[in-house]
C-alpha cells in the first residue's frame, strides 16, 4: 500500500518542517512494515511537499500512525505548520 501525502508548509516553517520530517523519514524507515519513505519537494513552490511512502498493508499504516514519532512529531508539531495537507492512501493497479 502506498501513501501519497501533499503539505503545503506555512510561510516562515520551511526548515523548521523539513528537519522535522527528516527525523520521522529515519525513524519510519525502521518499522518492520516500512517498504520506503521518501519525501520531494515541488519545483515551482518551495512550501509544497510531497511525500511518497509505501507499506507493507493497511496495518502497517496505522502502525505508523501510532507510533511515537508520528504522535509526537507529525501530529504535534508538523501539522500545525501547514496550511494544506492532503493524504490518499493508494493501491498499485495490475
Do not use: C
Not at 518542517?17 to 519513505?37: F, H, P
Not at 496505522?62 to 494544506?84: A, C, F, M, W
Amino acid at each position: 500500500m502506498q501513501v501519497f501525502a501533499k503539505w503545503k508548509v506555512k510561510a516562515g516553517a520551511l526548515e523548521k518542517v523539513l528537519g522535522l520530517l527528516k527525523e520521522v523519514r529515519e525513524k519510519t524507515r525502521t518499522e518492520k512494515g516500512n517498504l520506503y519513505y521518501n519525501i520531494n519537494q515541488s519545483t515551482s513552490d518551495k512550501n509544497i511537499l510531497l511525500l511518497h511512502e509505501a507499506y507493507k498493508s493497511e496495518e502497517a499504516i496505522q502502525e505508523h500512525r501510532n507510533t511515537r514519532h508520528y504522535q509526537e512529531l507529525v501530529s504535534g508539531k508538523i501539522i500545525p505548520l501547514l496550511e494544506d495537507r492532503e493524504v490518499i492512501i493508494a493501491l498499485t493497479v495490475s
